[in-house]
C-alpha cells in the first residue's frame, strides 16, 4: 500500500471553525514533510513544510504537527474560510542518493460552509 | 521569482494519436524537473524527473517518455496515446538538493488530457 495515506477522504466544517487534517505515514526514513492544497482544475500549491528534527510549525492561520513516535503529520487550519475548501495532500520525502523522492497521500476534501 | 508554465491546459485526443505536453520554469536555473499523472480521487503518481540538460529518469514502465531539451524545459511526449492515458499530467520543479535541502517542489497547474 501506500506509505503516506490520510484518516479521512472528506472533512467539511463551518466558516470560523478551526479545520485539522490528517495524515499517517509509514517511512521512518522520511527526513520531511509537506503540505499542499489543490483547488479544482489547480495544480497543488504549498503550503507549509516541516523537518523531521521539528514537531510543530506555524505558519499564516496554518500550524503543522508532526509526530514521529506514531507516524503522523496533521494541518491545522484557524478560523476557515470558504476560500480554504480544497483538497490537501500531505507528502514525505526519503532521500534517494543525492536527491530525492516525494510520496503524496491520496488527499482530504476540505469543504467549508458558510 | 519563479515560476512554472504547462501547455495545453485541456487537450482531447484520439487513441493513437501523439503527444507533446510542454512545461517551462522561469526565474531559476538548474531546476529539478518533475511530471506526475494524477488520476481522478487519488493522489499523485510520479512519472519523470530530470537532474539536468538530457537527463531523464523514469519511475514506472509506461507508454510515455520525457525529455528536457534545454536546462528550464521538460516535454511529456507519447508517439501513441491509449485510453489509459487519460488524466491530470502536473510538472514540477524544485531546487536542487545541493542548492537546498529542504524545498518543497511548486506545481504547475496541470494539463487534462482526455483520450477518446
Known amino acids: 500500500g501506500e506509505s503516506v495515506g490520510l484518516h479521512l477522504p472528506t472533512l467539511s466544517v463551518q466558516e470560523g471553525d478551526n479545520s485539522i487534517i490528517n495524515c499517517a505515514y509509514s517511512n521512518s526514513a522520511s527526513d520531511y514533510f509537506i503540505w499542499y492544497k489543490q483547488e479544482s482544475g489547480k495544480g497543488p500549491q504549498f503550503i507549509i513544510d516541516i523537518r523531521s528534527n521539528m514537531d510543530k510549525r506555524q505558519g499564516q492561520r496554518v500550524t503543522v504537527l508532526l509526530n514521529k513516535t506514531v507516524k503522523h503529520l496533521s494541518l491545522q487550519i484557524a478560523a476557515t474560510q470558504p476560500g480554504d475548501s480544497a483538497v490537501y495532500f500531505c507528502a514525505e520525502r526519503k532521500m534517494w542518493g543525492s536527491n530525492y523522492k516525494l510520496t503524496f497521500g491520496k488527499g482530504t476534501l476540505l469543504t467549508v460552509n458558510p | 521569482s519563479q515560476t512554472i508554465h504547462q501547455w495545453p491546459a485541456t487537450l482531447v485526443q484520439p487513441v493513437g494519436s501523439p503527444l507533446s505536453l510542454e512545461c517551462t520554469v522561469e526565474?531559476?536555473?538548474?531546476?529539478?524537473l518533475y511530471w506526475y499523472r494524477q488520476a481522478a480521487g487519488r493522489g499523485l503518481q510520479l512519472l519523470f524527473y530530470s537532474v539536468g540538460i538530457g537527463q531523464i529518469s523514469s519511475e514506472v514502465p509506461q507508454n510515455l517518455s520525457a525529455s528536457r531539451p534545454q536546462d528550464r524545459q521538460f516535454i511529456l511526449s507519447s508517439k501513441k496515446l491509449l485510453l489509459s492515458d487519460s488524466g491530470f499530467y502536473l510538472c514540477a520543479w524544485s531546487v536542487p538538493p545541493h542548492r537546498g535541502l529542504n524545498q518543497p517542489q511548486h506545481f504547475g497547474d496541470g494539463t487534462r488530457l482526455s483520450i477518446l
Open positions: 526565474g531559476t536555473s538548474n531546476p529539478n
